[in-house]
């Protein structure tokens, strides 16, 4: 009988392996080269032959890959290998080498959309095909991305620590994509999140977790069966998934007691706020109004600024909100779907019917201009009525 393989155990092994390799002389490229084809061999093989030591596996059949690899490359003919034989089959090295990962895929040297690609490929262990179908690019293209990230860090040499807060901010990259292709990628991004908890005690990477965590609770009902969006204060919060809630507030909680407040740990504590409210009606817009203070000074992201605008017309009025609308540049994006709500709040619905078909036509994807759309031809409606 076949045992299915865990794909999960699969992506977690994989940078440690990489690292393995790495020890014995292989650069970064042609280790996660090799680590890539054990991988898909252990897809192949494992079902039928699992074996007892799947790190080890790994490891001896990336190592073999590796050799054929050079020996095959006459362009590297006289290259000389730290280790020329391949060593005996036995448990792993237990170094960890998946920080190190992190922080070398992650390099400032490299674009976000590289940064993301790498850090996918070589900390999760997904293929070529599964990334390239969760950013809607052909394979190729992001075969290309790859291997030029990959040149671009095979030469990096880490002597220091690395930036945490690079890395924090390609997995919340990772994160927003959400789902798409045969790998969600909010779930993927979690894991490696959780990962990095594990390896790195920093209050910064807790936050985060708990943002991804709390945001997530809520994924079942932000679109509805049509597959329409559905706004924060119409979602069936009965539906929120209580037990993720619970685990990204303890986490938040713990954060900011070490008293080392950070922009994710800030975006985390607006997230619980909205968790913590039985209605829309219950929202504590006070409490969220300062949290954003606290995101803009640690900022000056005009995004947390636009954001803060529209939690002050809920705490202030919607004049209030308005007005602190009114510094911020009108080309920022989301800034005129803003407007409209404000101003639908206020009364003014015929300013807010022109907005909101105004902001449609520049939504960042199809759900947002639809909703946009709907909420215009309400507006029109009773307008008309």
Known sequence: ???????????????????????RGADFAAAEDAVQEALVEAVRVWPDDPPRDPKGWLVTVAWRKFLSAVRADTSRRNRELRADDEPEPGPAELADDTLHLYF????????????VALTLRAVGGLTTRQIAQAYLVPEATMAQRISRAKKTVSSVRLNAPGDVATVLRVLYLVFNEGYSGDVDLAAEAIRL????????????????????????????????GNGELVPLSEQDRSRWDTRLITEGVDLLQAALARDRLGEFQAQAAIAALHADAPTADETDWVQIVEWYDELVRLTDSPVARLNRAVALGEADGPHAGLTALATLDPTLPRHTAASAYLHERAGELATAARLYAEAARSAPNLPERDHLTRQAARLNSQLRG
Not at 104 to 115: E, F, Q, R
Not at 197 to 224: F, P, S
């Open 193 to 224: 999140t959780r990962q990095l908890a594990a390896r790195i005690d920093h209050a910064e990477v807790a936050g985060l977790l708990a943002l991804m965590l709390l945001h997530h609770a809520r994924r079942a009902t932000r679109v509805d």
């Open 1 to 23: 009988m076949t045992t299915p393989v865990d794909e999960t155990l699969l992506r977690t092994l994989t940078p440690s392996v990489i690292g393995i390799l790495g020890r």
């Open 104 to 115: 070398l895929c992650t390099h400032p040297s490299l674009t976000p959309a590289s940064a």
